[in-house]
């Protein structure tokens, strides 16, 4: 019995291996034949878009609209999916990011829609890991036109290479250096100052008004805090500053993080340059203020959170004297951000302020656009909006955030303008408030205007 | 020489081999790195290690006297953490019924209430999720309590909301100059609390209640045969496990530690005394605390010393699991751990 | 005598890998069900098509059965060393990394570029990255394995969780190895190649014609059955692993009737037991690190191949407690029960997702008594209150994703406190209830 068994299984299994062999001219053929085009476009010919420059705000609707997956010409619905971490260890900031396309969605639909079209998002939770990110994005490619946000930069890339084959364009919820790239970028559409010229900025614009030489760089390793703090650096050689503590990528969450602190306090810097996660920056602010260190204290917008500042918090007085931040988009209390604030007043009037939600309406504005000029065209099939979303040349936020270009060379597109500084303010914060004071509207350092963009400033 | 005797002599001899090492190592940093960094690291790390050691107290009571590995013990220190935060800073409860008492006996109060709270909540996860795996094979009851981990952390993160929550001590971020070191007041109130707790573990081991829990541990059998309900001891236990993993989630949650108060990842801290409770040993009261202080210290040593980069980034995070690892192989039940008597 | 299940003639028939014919016919019944799913989930006689399990046939559905076909191959390595030889290991995720890692040096692109300079790759066909990514890892393994012969029962679990800490220390450290924290790298994809052509030989990532059923299957039943013509990447990948899952079920079946199994399940009984009959505690031990460690070696080298680019941070304690919870909750010790527990761990969030979402579209749209009694957990709003809150933002209640991790969490509890020999005691159960059926006994 047992032989005869073993003999079933080899036989079957020899098969299998057999079969597997057979025919790999076939595979390689198709192969070359399957990649050309998405499984399901309707029409050959339709994804070569012509040169046009600016979309207008509204369109005229074409004689015939194509369309694959996502976009319900007869029920009128388009689909746009959401790649979000609603759990994991950016869940605090990207919630209100969701709110953000949600209201502006609310807002487009209850005015009609996208030419008529309704628009709704499926939305789901990636928890900030690689492998549930890349499944999720499998699981929508089929149901939705095009991603409004993925969140994660080894997430993203990790699908990048996906979205070029699919023919799906996405909008990174990062700030990268690497998607103002054309090797990266792909069928991704960034918008906002990365990181690394983030960094640039913010240390142009305090040792310009406020002086200081010595600069600690402190940061979470990988891309977000890599980035950022060879941002930094590029800014300490070219305006001549000194590093005296170079703690790159040395945040290890989950760690006791003292000796970061101590070293930080030993280097008697000016400038504390420090990109890292909520968590983590008040733990080494307040192990370095707790020996009694006084400097200014900048980084990345991530590594900010008003709850610093809130009521009872222990380090609130102290990190309001020495805070300096920056933004992507305008902050919840700025001037520009007023169509934010009136769409969560109508659509969600119980929720709390926060800066984020304009992040979300900025997204959504992209793929508004998008969707648009697709239209226009006549091609609402996820391919058809990729090329006409990669054909807007000028697009324009308001006051809300600084133009995006996704046409030109990457030098030129590349985004140097911080739509925001700040300075925590408590007052602003009691006064409700996001507990910010905006010192500088879209700023420019001559630094990042004079910077040359070759390659991104940290690859991964 | 009697038994008893010859142990003590013993005890005698191992505290000042270690004392002997200790002056030589101080000698050896001192003359390294100067007497300020030592003192420093020191502090650090006997406030770190205050909390490891509560930690790591209150899973040796619940392992011994239940046999299980309670893996929700970070997620039951955060959801105290909260409650002290809740109680604090929300409802201002009981303080506001005693508008005269200091501000640091205030605070007291809240949290005497929230230990009462999370103590509780302990009694319901012992009755309803342990309780019905009594004599299961203790891998699976240490599966249970993964699942709680997961069920007890998720609501408490929705508790606590997108940010972290400050627990509204009176120190807040001050901080007084002891000899050459600077030191936050919270680290000192962290250390004094968790001797005073230590002393009232040992104390309550000698109550009668303390004794039955000693003779359950030892026997289930044997103590119910003398009239010791086991069930009981269970349910104390756990509540006094609950308990002081709530008090060590509330010093992890302070100044200068976690600036901003309770928040996601204040769950994530009981992992870091794992070493500490393996190091002194399951089953060992003794254990946990020596093992606590010891882990605090080496972890925070090798921060304050190993700086060198080409360890690699975070080398300080793996010390404690490199000096567990060093001591199970010389002593395989832990510095004081009980060895399990192997029979045919 | 034909019939009776527990009745054995001789030791061939008792020590055989299905003793009874029930057994055979589920067994082939599953593998065979398996192989459909990938071919559309049915079969097309003639004009009429028959395809019950078409669903499956999706390309996320068929990701996710991939999923558990290779956590199914690293559960039953951690079912050989905690389950069949009674060494419990928290440190599974060490040895799936060290398998991942080696397939990415051995596999990965030749001369890649990354920003802490040279990332190693070597651009080996499968043929020998697979293998070694296990063989790697068993040596490694193998290293560890004295470690249980002095430290043991929980302690044990401590040093191997110690492990995956000092593992992620390890993986920050050698970035041209790993790609870095929180950056992570491209793992070689299941290519099938001779040696370095251009050309794979078969390449599973793309879609294409179904290789598995060539000519001479189609010519054996062409006439009757209609074949796919063509075969997504995400069907090939699904076949290929199940092949791979079929053998490691077998080895790892067979492995309990070998001298080998025995002695480790003699180790697992009694030590001292086993070592005065002659069964060495140290080599059993070291056997059973060694064969687990493979299992876990070729089970990450797959996983990472499958998933294509990881971070380092994947092998983390989760990882190692999510391998743990597939044999605890499938019942230790047995091959049926490790294949559903890793079935259940992976499928469940997947269908506690879908509950919530049909859950939330029922009482957001239906109406009916359904609606209203789920409106009474539901909360849709800021001003509704309810258990769970369908709104993104702050609101009161938990989030659909909060109710996920719950859901999943209490029903590991529920399970085990229903049955503690996890599922395969359940299934003992129903079917000693059958046996004796219509009487109790």
Known sequence: MRGRW??????????????????????AATTAATTAAPATTAAPGTTAAPGTTAAPATTAAPAEILTDVGVD????????????????????????????????????????????????????????????????????????????????????????????????????????????????????????????IEAMNLLDYITTTEGGTKVAVVSLPGDYGQDSAQGAKKAIDALDLELVYD????????????????????????????????????????????????????GALPSWNPAYIAPGSPIKDAIERDWLGDSYIAL????????????????????????????????????????????ELGDMTQAGLVAAAKSIANLDFGDLAPPEDYVSAADDRLQRTSAVLFKPSQADLAAGGTGVEIIETNYVSPLAESYVFEETCFSI | MTVAAAERSRTVQWIGATAVGAAILAAVLIAWKGSELLLDATANGLSLGAIYALLALGFVIIFKATQVVNFAHGAIA????????????????????????????????????????????????????????????LFAIAMVTIGLDIVVRTVTVDFIGAD????????????????????????????????????????FFRSKTGVAMRATAFDQEAARAQGISVGRIFAISWMIGAALAGIAGVFSSLFPRAATGVGPTTAFFAFRAFPAIILGGLDSIVGAVVGGFAIGLAESFAGAYFTWSGLGSGFAGIVPYLVMLLVLLIRPYGLFGTEEIRRV | MRGRPNLYVSYEAEQSLLPTWTQRIAATLVVLVLVLIPLGGGLEVGESSFRPLGFLADADWLK?????????????????????????????????????????????????????????????????????????????????????????????????????????????????????????????????????????????????????????????????????????EEAKTFLFVLILAVVFVVLAKNLQRTRIGRSFMAIRDRDIAAEIMGVGDAKAKLQAFAISSFYAGVAGALFAAFVGRLIPESFNLFLSVQVLAMILIGGAGTVAGTLLGSSFVILLPRLVRDFSSWLTETVEEGSGVLAWVGDFFVSTGQDDWGLVSTASGLTPGLSVAQLNAVLYGALIIVFLIFEPLGLYGIWIRIRNYWKGWPFTY
């Not at chain 1, 079957?12 to 076939?26: E, K, M, S």
């Not at chain 1, 007023?338 to 926060?354: E, F, G, I, S």
């Not at chain 3, 070689?188 to 290789?211: A, M, N, Q, V, Y």
């Open chain 1, 332 to 375: 919840w209390s700025s001037p520009g951000a007023a169509v934010v604030r009136d769409l969560v007043a109508t659509y969600r009037p119980d929720q709390t302020p926060h800066d984020f939600i304009g992040e979300g309406v900025v997204e959504a504005i992209i793929m508004h656009q998008a969707l648009l000029k697709a239209y």
């Open chain 1, 73 to 196: 010409l007869d029920a009128g619905v388009i689909k746009v999916g959401l790649l979000s971490d609603l759990t994991g260890v950016f869940g605090a900031l990207v919630s209100p990011i969701v709110v953000g396309h949600e209201v502006y969605w609310d807002d487009v639909n209850a005015k009609g829609g996208v030419n008529g079209l309704t628009v709704e998002l499926v939305i789901e939770d990636t928890e900030y890991l690689v492998d549930k990110h890349v499944q999720l994005y499998e699981e929508l490619k089929d149901d939705v036109v095009a991603f409004g946000h993925s969140t994660g930069s080894p997430h993203t890339v990790a699908i990048r290479e996906a979205l070029e084959e699919d023919g799906i364009f996405a909008i990174p919820l990062t700030w990268y250096s690497g998607w103002s790239d054309p090797a990266i970028n792909a069928n991704l559409l960034p918008h906002g100052v990365p990181y690394c």
């Open chain 3, 64 to 232: 996710i059965l991939t999923q558990v076909g290779i956590f199914a191959v690293a559960a039953l390595g951690l079912n050989i060393l905690t389950g069949v030889a009674g060494q419990v290991s928290l440190g599974h995720a060490f040895f799936m990394a060290i398998g991942a890692y080696t397939a990415a040096v051995l596999g990965g692109e030749v001369g890649a570029e990354g920003f802490f300079g040279p990332r190693w790759g070597m651009g080996l066909p499968i043929w020998i990255w697979l293998p070694a990514a296990g063989i790697i890892a068993a040596l490694i393994g193998m290293l560890v394995a004295p470690t249980a012969v002095r430290v043991r029962g929980l302690y044990l679990a401590f040093v191997t969780l110690g492990l995956v800490f000092i593992g992620e220390w390890a993986y920050r450290t050698f970035v041209s190895i790993t790609g870095g924290s929180q950056s992570g790298r491209e793992f070689p994809g299941f290519e099938i190649r001779l040696w370095k052509e251009e050309t794979p030989l078969l390449d599973l990532t793309r879609d294409g014609p179904s290789w598995l059923v060539v000519n001479w299957v189609d010519w054996l039943l062409g006439p009757w059955i209609n074949f796919p013509d063509e075969m997504s």
């Open chain 1, 6 to 27: 073993k003999l079933v299984v080899a036989l079957l299994a020899f098969a299998l291996v057999a079969a597997a062999c057979g025919d790999d001219d076939d595979t």
């Open chain 2, 78 to 137: 955060a959801l105290g953490a909260f409650f002290v935060a809740y109680f604090a800073t929300v409802l201002n409860f009981p303080g506001r019924l005693a508008t005269g008492l200091p501000a640091w006996l205030q605070w007291s109060l809240s949290v005497v209430v929230a230990v009462f709270v999370i103590a509780f909540a302990g009694l319901v996860i012992e009755r309803v999720t342990i309780r019905p795996m009594v004599g299961e094979p």
């Open chain 2, 164 to 203: 972290p929550r400050p627990l509204g001590d009176p120190w807040a971020a001050s901080t007084r100059e002891l000899g050459s070191v600077t030191v936050a007041d919270t680290e000192i109130v962290t250390f004094f609390a968790a001797l005073v707790l230590v002393a009232a573990v040992a104390w």
């Open chain 1, 247 to 298: 703690g790159e990528g040395q945040i290890i969450p989950g760690q006791d993080l003292k000796p970061i602190a101590d070293a930080i306090v030993a280097s008697e810097a000016d400038i504390v340059f420090i990109t890292g996660s909520p968590g983590n920056v008040p733990e080494i602010y307040g192990q370095a203020i707790a020996q009694g260190f006084v400097a200014r204290w900048t």
